[in-house]
Nanobody, 115 residues
């Protein structure tokens, strides 16, 4: 059974930093494209960043230069380092794993950027 567990959201002030992590189990982590998506209230879920099995990176324009995605294939974990956070970054963040036809989601973690 595939599990993506992503604790670690929280409340942070504007301009602050936060790191999300997502631990995966039960699937071919090293072969998978891992990603982070987010969904703000009243909006559709959107791509934040992805990292492929060969470490290719993609970022949404809104987070370029502020967020960094990385992966550790030994720990089966993907990270999202978020810096210079803005109130508009407030959302539920979801971890995602894609391999061939398989597409898995974590449970989501709330990130709130507010003073």
């Amino acid at each position: 059974q595939v599990q993506l567990v992503a604790p670690g959201g929280g409340l942070v002030q504007p301009g602050g930093s936060l790191r999300l992590s997502c631990a995966a189990s039960g699937h071919r982590f090293s072969d998978s494209t891992m990603g982070w998506y987010r969904q703000a209230p009243g909006k559709e879920r959107e791509l934040v960043a992805t990292i492929t099995s060969d470490y290719g990176l993609m970022y949404a324009d809104s987070v370029k230069g502020r967020f960094t995605i990385s992966r550790d294939n030994v720990k089966n974990t993907v990270y999202l380092q978020m810096s210079t956070l803005k109130p508009e970054d407030t959302a539920v963040y979801y971890c995602n794993s894609k391999w061939r036809i398989y597409n898995y989601w974590g449970q989501g973690t709330q990130v709130t950027v507010s003073s």
